[in-house]
């Protein structure tokens, strides 16, 4: 099993930026050598894509809606994923969650084939 636990939401302004971060633990994360991906969901959206890192840190990417402004890195050392989010536009706000699974479905950016949440953290960008 793995357990995942966001935080660093919060409201901020338009052009204003947040860093989220994922503490992940559990044995199948190690010894699976899991990547690690951010999806969001907004009210009355369906959960989307926004960013993957393999498990080495060698290999990202993003949605075309965040590419650009938002970078995912991770620390194996710490068991750790984070989200910088710059520039963050009203069109972000959404609950963000972590997400875990073998990389060849991460990439496939559907959010049925993650094998592990976070229970979410809500960004809200405000106008």
């Known amino acids: 099993q793995v357990q995942l636990e966001e935080s660093g939401g919060g409201l901020v302004q338009t052009g204003g930026s947040l860093r989220l971060s994922c503490a992940a633990s559990?044995?199948?994360?190690?010894?699976?050598?899991?990547?690690m991906g951010w999806f969001r969901q907004a009210p009355g959206k369906e959960r989307e894509f926004v960013a993957v890192?393999?498990?080495?840190?060698?290999?990202?990417f993003y949605a075309d809606s965040v590419k650009g402004r938002f970078t995912i890195s991770r620390d194996n050392v710490k068991n750790m994923v984070y989200l910088q989010m710059n520039n963050l536009k009203p069109e972000d706000t959404a609950v963000y969650y972590c997400?875990?699974?073998?990389?060849?479905?991460?990439?496939?950016?559907?959010?049925?084939?993650?094998?592990?949440w976070g229970k979410g953290t809500l960004v809200t960008v405000s106008s």
């Open positions: 997400a875990a699974a073998p990389f060849i479905r991460l990439i496939t950016k559907k959010a049925p084939l993650v094998d592990y």
């Open positions: 559990g044995r199948t994360f190690s010894s699976n050598a899991m990547a």
């Open positions: 890192i393999s498990w080495s840190g060698d290999s990202t």
